[in-house]
């Protein structure tokens, strides 16, 4: 059975920083494209990062410059750093792993992420 964890969420002022983790049991991170995507209240869910299988690197440009992702196949694990936030960064941030063939689709069970002073 495929779980993917989150960890790492919590509150933080304006400026600060966070590293979200996210671990996986039942697939291997480096087999798929993993991102992380967020949700505040009233929104649609949004992609801030991802990663394919060969290392690109994606992020929209509400995040360019502050957020980084990076994938530890080693540990199966991936990570997103979270600088210079803002309170238009509270959410809930969730991991993603996906692939075409054959499809498949994963969701952790998201992590809180509030940025106020």
């Known amino acids: 059975q495929v779980q993917l964890v989150e960890s790492g969420g919590g509150l933080v002022q304006p400026g600060g920083s966070l590293r979200l983790s996210c671990s996986a049991s039942g697939i291997i991170f480096s087999s798929y494209t993993t991102g992380w995507y967020r949700q505040a209240p009233g929104k649609q869910r949004e992609m801030v990062a991802s990663?394919?299988?060969?290392?690109?690197?994606t992020y929209p440009d509400s995040v360019k410059g502050r957020f980084t992702i990076s994938r530890d196949n080693a540990k199966n694990t991936v990570s997103l750093q979270m600088n210079s936030l803002k309170p238009e960064d509270t959410a809930v941030y969730y991991c993603?792993?996906?692939?075409?063939?054959?499809?498949?689709?994963?969701w952790g069970q998201g992590t809180q992420v509030t940025v106020s002073s």
């Open positions: 993603n792993a996906g692939r075409v063939v054959p499809s498949a689709e994963y």
């Open positions: 990663i394919t299988r060969g290392g690109s690197t």
